[in-house]
């Protein structure tokens, strides 16, 4: 990820400094919704206060609101990114799944970007950052994507939606309607969250075991696998249907001695994070309805684990 800038290069002091640089936060946690990837998300950003700071200190001054400005450059920014991942992920290798996002007491010190900020104090980890909000975020339009997290995320009015998507505001209201329907197609009962890590703890045991029985009781008899090794390392090709089948896979996998599977936080939620030699190869994040768990996201790709590993 790239290190964002503060101030002009050259030197010129912000006209407006707290109004552009407290608007950094926001501005990843809608970008992060947008492209569900903390990587592009940095870069979105930086990219907005590149912009910024091109302008000259007139133009600056004229801005009437510096954080209209930027979430504007953003949004079109995250819609063009947006258009041009759906070309990119026609030809990525296997699944693609949502970069995961480590819970405040995982991330570690001396990230591999030369942070050593905790991205959970940027991005509020609310239900729209999980990781089955995201995925069905992942079936929209970029256009449908940007004005629902605008408006519905961000309470964004439509007239300012409309002028950064570039449509009419009433075409901006179907554009979120349409994504609503579509979130609330998905949507099943939620489990209370005792319950949710209490499945994730036993489904960690009975994976240790090779409990097949185990397994099969705690999935779904429809539960559904997903692996994403981006082509970098070996992962599922294509998801796992069927409890038994599930079981059978997460059975039968080789685990090293030196692998490590811990409990932790996967975007707010309870999950599972395998460490082979201090590193974190793998992260697992579950959807569970019912005491049941519904589906099964594994994160295998190294880039999309770099949040999670140390300098």
């Given at each position: 990820?790239?290190?964002?800038?503060?101030?002009?290069?050259?030197?010129?002091?912000?006209?407006?400094?707290?109004?552009?640089?407290?608007?950094?936060?926001?501005?990843?946690?809608?970008?992060?919704?947008?492209?569900?990837?903390?990587?592009?998300?940095?870069?979105?950003?930086?990219?907005?206060?590149?912009?910024?700071?091109?302008?000259?200190?007139?133009?600056?001054?004229?801005?009437?609101?510096?954080?209209?400005?930027?979430?504007?450059?953003?949004g079109r920014i995250c819609l063009d990114v947006l258009r041009s991942a759906r070309v990119r992920r026609e030809r990525y290798v296997g699944e693609w799944v949502p970069e995961?996002?480590?819970?405040?007491?995982?991330?570690?010190?001396?990230?591999?970007?030369?942070?050593?900020?905790?991205?959970?104090?940027?991005?509020?980890?609310?239900?729209?950052?999980?990781?089955?909000?995201?995925?069905?975020?992942?079936?929209?339009?970029?256009?449908?994507?940007?004005?629902?997290?605008?408006?519905?995320?961000?309470?964004?009015?439509?007239?300012?939606?409309a002028d950064i998507v570039g449509r009419t505001p009433a075409a901006c209201r179907q554009l979120a309607s349409s994504a609503r329907r579509r979130i609330d197609a998905s949507?099943?009962?939620?489990?209370?969250?005792?319950?949710?890590?209490?499945?994730?703890?036993?489904?960690?045991?009975?994976?240790?075991?090779?409990?097949?029985?185990?397994?099969?009781?705690?999935?779904?008899?429809?539960?559904?696998?997903?692996?994403?090794?981006?082509?970098l390392v070996t992962a599922l090709p294509h998801p796992i249907e069927g409890a038994e089948h599930i079981a059978r896979f997460f059975a039968g996998l080789t685990r090293p001695?030196?692998?490590?599977?811990?409990?932790?936080?996967?975007?707010?939620?309870?999950?599972?994070?395998?460490?082979?030699?201090?590193?974190?190869?793998?992260?697992?994040?579950?959807?569970?309805?019912?005491?049941?768990?519904?589906?099964?996201?594994?994160?295998?790709?190294?880039?999309?684990?770099?949040?999670?590993?140390?300098?």
């Amino acid at each position: 990820m790239t290190t964002l800038p503060t101030a002009p290069e050259d030197g010129r002091p912000d006209p407006v400094p707290g109004a552009v640089t407290g608007e950094r936060r926001r501005l990843i946690n809608l970008a992060y919704r947008m492209l569900g990837s903390l990587a592009e998300a940095e870069d979105v950003v930086q990219e907005t206060y590149a912009r910024w700071y091109a302008m000259s200190r007139r133009q600056q001054e004229a801005v009437a609101s510096p954080g209209g400005w930027l979430t504007k450059v953003a949004g079109r920014i995250c819609l063009d990114v947006l258009r041009s991942a759906r070309v990119r992920r026609e030809r990525y290798v296997g699944e693609w799944v949502p970069e995961p996002l480590p819970g405040r007491t995982e991330w570690p010190v001396g990230a591999t970007d030369g942070s050593t900020a905790d991205p959970a104090d940027r991005i509020t980890l609310d239900e729209s950052v999980g990781m089955a909000f995201l995925v069905v975020l992942e079936s929209m339009t970029p256009a449908e994507r940007v004005a629902f997290v605008l408006h519905d995320v961000f309470r964004y009015p439509f007239s300012e939606v409309a002028d950064i998507v570039g449509r009419t505001p009433a075409a901006c209201r179907q554009l979120a309607s349409s994504a609503r329907r579509r979130i609330d197609a998905s949507r099943t009962p939620s489990s209370p969250a005792a319950q949710r890590a209490r499945v994730v703890r036993e489904f960690k045991q009975a994976w240790e075991a090779k409990d097949i029985n185990a397994l099969v009781g705690l999935l779904d008899p429809d539960a559904t696998a997903v692996g994403d090794g981006g082509g970098l390392v070996t992962a599922l090709p294509h998801p796992i249907e069927g409890a038994e089948h599930i079981a059978r896979f997460f059975a039968g996998l080789t685990r090293p001695g030196r692998l490590a599977v811990r409990e932790c936080t996967v975007n707010g939620q309870p999950g599972l994070a395998a460490r082979l030699d201090d590193v974190v190869v793998s992260v697992y994040a579950f959807d569970i309805a019912d005491g049941r768990i519904r589906r099964i996201w594994a994160v295998l790709n190294p880039e999309k684990l770099r949040p999670w590993q140390t300098g």
